[in-house]
């Protein structure tokens, strides 16, 4: 493991860790743990005083789940699973000795219960009672006094209405075609109805004690809504309660026979609040973004949203601060040393940071190579405070909290931000600017005056040549009611002959034009063309028309001139519009 | 399900890597028949039933890792999964085609997300959900109307939803219902209180043009969440308009003390400082800014302030010059840049930065007038009385417009009209004094005493005030506002600075040619000082704020 994160510079290295707080125990880019921090546990599971790592690991594509366990960096044990695990837990069963965990592994539909890492038992969520109407039908349906549209139709009506959602086969059945009917029905009419609810969240809850090592009830939420108590040794129900909504991530405190708060983070959005001995929230949080993760630390919910904000709330939900984060954050995990009594949040975050808060005192980042999928602390091996992260690639990264290290509120950000310090960047002024300026100072007012004499001069010019080109067509708009007429001139080629497109458009609304010609006026001594004078085509409007002709340039000494072209009406010796083409100069050998 | 439960019971029982439990030892036991009965017993139970037909798929199965995958912003992965649960399930999955449409919303395709929660509101009619998140679409394709309609029906659904309310309030305010906006968002703020809620209905009252109830709002917001720097930014802007300074440093201090890079809190209370001459502390903080932001027209238009209050001119023009490039259209720059190129002397430069000014906002005296003392330096008298001329016309309170005409009057013979622009002046001092303790110019002040003695009016005038109440200047800058334009602009003493240097380009002797710039005492804290050229910026701050 030295030789996988040996690949950094040392002395950079060895810098940075006489600072950390952390001694990097291993890191493994490639190991292959596809995980979020539900899945991971760290549990004494055979007893032996040395703690282990169970993954619930989801394989590299989400397919091929498995059930891993660490010893050290080594993979001690892999079993495959049958389906993705949603969250790992490690409890104990009983009171009897030796107190050795079991690990809970909640999948589907079932709690696989592994003890000494052997399969113990399982317990699969009770089936959902079925809406009584659909039964009812399908009940009709086994002995043919009923349809199929009939059936088709009923079932239709109990979706749109019922509170109790319908079966798998009832709505497979309404999407069937008539056809198929007939043999979906045949096949399936024998079978109950059944509905069954999937765990989506699971974790522990102590019994009747406080201490470390007392008996703990596993606590399911389920997609129908539900949170559910699961007796320990008997594995019953011991309890259950809803929710408005289904539940992701659950935090507990308390024990069961005695008081327990529970919060529920659903997604719907809000936290729910319950208590023992009732049926339905107490309090509700209500955050108007998803919820990514749940921490209880100290007495205060933690909460992490999608805006990238850590919000802390009281038991009561009433909200206590918010710090912002600066990248998303994907996982969230309760960092708890005993040995100092703190219970901090970590927060891993998208940019590879680990963020360890005290309230909303920052206490500790950690860089990692990777964004950070799942968080873990706690006792590994033989070392109390150790830190488990998973990446996003499958990378394992094993940290350990040294023993001197004591966590101070506001070592993180305090202070002016950093940019406080930096220059601005003010433009600097030319000696030639400032000369200018005196210049200015002392002639000011001879500045203005020309400038002012200059400028109407320039409008009396630009105001003559308005007219002057309005009054002999010299634009190339023409805008007379007649003949509204665009015309624009592209010059293509290097020389010495080259290519000259008129792109000429009728611009009114519906009238064709007819009867056009146009007429090119040039030096004969410099250029050459093949018609000086055509007719154009009628004009349907809107289209644009490219007229082509080539021009020959004569002169071999680099001069270029000016073409003229007018389009005219037959008849009429005054041009609707004409261009003027600056041609440019020739560049290949004038034509022998 | 039994064929699901049991090849699910066969992986269980059979060790996969054997090589890796050997270890453990672990072969023997996962081979045997599990200790509890129950275990057995269920699955004998399901091997018959798999001969008969094939078991459909639970629906939800993976429902919780779409949404881990969502919740993590790892849209590929979701998409995947959201795939084959789909394809599993024939497209039943109605939790897989609810977060797929969301994606596809995120990722701008809204129209296909509309028709996705479609079909999720079809799968499960009860939801109100779905319907939430159809009118949510619609809302966002502009469709207010279809939207309402919308959430009305899922508000018939689900009547305790703050949400709900909240959107259709945003929606009734897109339509311009005010009324009926408020109302929403009042039942919004009553079912549970959410910042957005605030911050919308304080919209509503800003688009009314109420102020004193936004500010209401925004109070209670605080009170609310007192951590929201972007309430805190607001309410402080919203004081700072309404010339209330002391509460709004207050509170654009508490936004800067929760969030330190906060930019617009930091030019708002930036040019806070400037108004009291804190140009260093100024200057300090918009380095953040710079940082932040580094194209930003208002920050660098008051960090050209700031340099002129520093006296620091060249920097001045350069910084103004640089927020003119950003926002060429901004006359308020121009008019900073038309105020410093007069206090060099540049007039000609002036002239153009002030016209250019006057081309975007036509219809501010003071304007006028700058151009006014830019002409008369550049020997136009003629225009320059056109200038003054419209800048009387268009001034109502401004003493120094008519005094500076005077004085341009007085100093082209024209005594007679110079003593309608002192009686005008006049006038417009009293009307100031009894609305409020506005605390004149000394050298504005000077300068009219000399112009009443050469005209001969005597000193009739009472320039000085009988009382200097520390707390009704506060307010001071709001009368005035109220009176004519949205911000004191270019105060008394820039504007003093600008006519002494018109009154000393000819006869008069005045001997004020610009140099008591700085007259003030800076021990008090909240008149109007030199710079509150910066004003400005705090007004453009606050119209992005709109």
């Known amino acids: 493991m030295a030789a996988a994160s040996s690949s950094d510079s040392e002395g950079g290295r060895a810098e940075s860790e006489a600072s950390s707080k952390w001694l990097d125990a291993h890191y493994d880019p490639m190991a292959n743990i596809h995980t979020f921090s539900a899945c991971l546990v760290l549990a004494d599971l055979h007893g032996d005083g040395e703690y282990k790592l169970a993954v619930g690991d989801l394989g590299p594509s989400g397919r091929q789940p498995c059930l891993k366990v660490l010893k050290g960096p080594t993979v001690l044990a892999e079993s495959a699973l049958p389906a993705l695990p949603a969250a790992a837990a490690a409890f104990l069963m009983g009171q009897h000795e030796p107190r050795t965990p079991a690990l809970a592994l909640a999948s589907g539909p079932c709690v696989y219960v592994y003890k000494n890492l052997r399969p113990y038992f399982k317990f699969s969520l009770p089936q959902l009672p079925p809406n009584p109407l659909e039964q009812d039908l399908w009940n009709q349906a086994k002995e043919d006094q009923i349809d199929h549209l009939t059936l088709k139709e009923m079932l239709e009506g109990i979706r749109e209405k019922a509170e109790v959602p319908l079966s798998v086969q009832s709505l497979r059945f309404l999407q069937l075609e008539l056809s198929e009917m007939e043999a979906f029905v045949n096949q399936h009419k024998s079978k109950p109805i059944k509905r069954q609810a999937v765990i989506t969240t699971m974790t522990t809850l102590k019994k009747n004690m406080a201490d470390e090592d007392a008996m703990s009830c596993l606590v399911l939420g389920t997609e129908n809504k539900e949170l559910l108590v699961l007796d320990p040794e008997a594995f019953t129900i011991l309890a259950k309660m809803s929710l408005p909504g289904v539940p992701v991530f659950l935090e507990v405190s308390g024990q069961f026979d005695v008081a327990f708060r529970l919060a529920a983070a659903c997604r719907n959005g809000n936290i729910y609040i319950l208590r023992r001995d009732c049926k339905r929230p107490k309090y509700c949080i209500e955050l108007s973004t998803q919820p990514v993760g749940l921490v209880l630390a100290h007495k205060v919910l933690v909460v992490g949203s999608t805006q990238d904000n850590l919000h802390g709330f009281t038991h009561k939900g009433k909200r206590l601060w918010t710090v912002h984060m600066p990248a998303a954050i994907l996982t969230m995990n309760l960092l708890e040393q005993r040995s100092r009594g703190l219970q901090a949040v970590m927060a891993g975050l998208a940019n590879g940071e680990v963020r360890i808060y005290h309230d909303k005192a920052l206490l500790n980042v950690i860089r990692t190579p990777d964004a950070v999928t799942s968080l873990c602390f706690g006792r590994y091996g033989r070392e109390d405070n150790t830190l488990i992260v998973t990446t996003r690639g499958g990378g394992l990264i094993i940290k350990i909290l040294k023993r001197t290290a004591v966590f101070a509120e506001g070592a993180g950000e305090v202070g002016p931000p950093p940019a406080q310090a930096m220059k601005l960047n003010v433009p600097r002024k030319t000696r030639l600017y400032v000369d200018q300026t005196l210049r200015e100072r002392e002639a000011g007012t001879a500045m203005h005056r020309t400038f002012q004499t200059d400028l109407y001069l320039l409008r009396l010019r630009a105001a003559r040549a308005y007219v002057r080109a309005l009054e002999s067509s010299l634009n190339p708009v023409s805008a007379t009611a007649r003949e509204p007429l665009k015309l624009h001139a592209v010059v293509q080629g290097l020389g010495p002959t080259f290519k000259l497109t008129l792109h000429l458009q009728n611009t009114s609304t519906a009238r064709p034009i007819l009867g056009l010609l146009v007429c090119f006026l040039y030096n004969e001594v410099l250029y050459a063309l093949p018609r000086a004078f055509f007719k154009v085509p009628l004009l349907v409007p809107g289209l644009n028309y490219p007229l082509e002709t080539f021009v020959e340039s004569l002169s071999d000494k680099g001069i270029s001139d000016i073409i003229k072209v007018l389009v005219l009406r037959e008849g009429q010796s005054a041009p609707l519009l004409s261009a003027h083409i600056n041609m440019p100069v020739s560049e290949g050998l004038a034509a022998a | ?546």
């Open chain 2, 1 to 546: 399900m039994a064929e699901e439960a049991l090849a699910s019971l066969s992986v269980f029982f059979s060790p996969i890597c054997s090589s890796h439990f050997v270890p453990w030892k672990l072969d023997a036991p996962f081979l045997s028949l599990p200790l509890r009965t129950q275990f057995s017993a269920s699955a004998e139970s399901q091997k018959p039933q798999l001969k008969k037909a094939p078991e459909f798929p639970i629906l939800e199965k993976q429902n919780w890792l779409i949404h881990l995958h969502y919740i993590r912003k790892d849209y590929e992965a979701c998409k995947a999964v959201i795939k084959e649960q789909l394809q599993e399930t024939q497209g039943l999955c109605e939790y897989a085609i609810y977060v797929q449409a969301l994606i596809f919303r995120l990722e701008g395709n809204i129209q296909e997300s509309l028709e996705l929660f479609q079909t999720c509101a079809v799968l499960s009619p009860q939801c109100a959900d779905n319907l939430k998140q159809v009118a949510r679409s619609l809302f966002l394709l502009g469709k207010h109307k279809a939207a309402i309609e919308v959430y009305s029906e899922a508000a018939k659904l689900n009547q305790k939803d703050w949400e709900i309310c909240h959107n259709l309030g945003v929606c009734y305010i897109y339509l311009k219902q005010f009324n009926k906006a408020q109302d929403q968002l009042h039942n919004a703020l009553h079912l549970n209180r959410h910042d957005l809620t605030y911050i919308m209905l304080g919209k509503i009252h800003l688009l009314e043009g109420d102020l004193d109830k936004a500010i209401e709002i925004y109070k209670k917001a605080v009170e609310f969440s007192p951590e929201n720097t972007e309430l805190l930014t607001t309410l402080g802007l919203l004081y700072l308009q309404l010339g209330i300074y002391q509460k709004a440093f207050e509170h654009l201090g508490n936004a800067l003390t929760y969030d330190p890079t906060n930019y617009k809190a930091i030019l708002a209370a930036g040019s806070m400082m400037q108004t009291h001459g804190d140009f260093d502390v100024a200057l300090t903080k918009y380095r953040v800014v710079a940082c932040a932001v580094p194209e930003s027209p208002p920050l660098w238009n008051n960090i050209g302030m700031c340099f002129f209050g520093k006296k620091k001119y060249v920097a001045a023009i350069s910084c103004l010059k640089r927020a003119n490039y950003l926002a060429p259209f901004d006359w308020k720059i121009l008019y900073n840049l038309g105020l410093v190129h007069l206090t060099m002397q540049q007039y000609a430069s002036a002239f153009h930065f002030l016209s250019a000014a006057i081309n975007f906002q036509p219809k501010m005296g003071e304007l006028y007038m700058l151009l006014a003392v830019a002409l008369t330096n550049l020997e136009d008298i003629e225009n320059a009385k056109r200038a003054y001329a419209e800048a009387v016309r268009l001034d109502k309170c401004n003493p120094l417009v008519n005094l500076n005409y005077a004085v341009l009057l007085y100093n082209q013979g024209e005594k007679r009209a110079a003593l309608t622009q002192y009686q005008e002046m006049e006038k417009k001092v009293n009307l100031l004094k009894d609305s409020s303790s506005l605390e004149f110019d000394s050298e504005m002040v000077e300068m009219a005493q000399k112009l009443g003695a050469a005209l001969q009016v005597g000193e009739a005038l009472v320039w000085t005030k009988p009382v200097k109440d520390p707390k009704s200047k506060h307010r001071s800058p709001s009368a005035s506002k109220a009176a004519s334009v949205p911000q004191p602009l270019g105060s008394n003493q820039a504007l003093g600075q600008a006519m002494s240097s018109a009154a000393a380009y000819r006869k008069l002797p005045s001997g004020a040619g610009g140099t008591s710039q700085l007259t003030k005492p800076p021990s008090l804290p909240l008149e109007p000082e030199p710079t509150e050229e910066a004003h400005p910026t705090e007004a453009s701050a606050q119209i992005r704020e709109k």
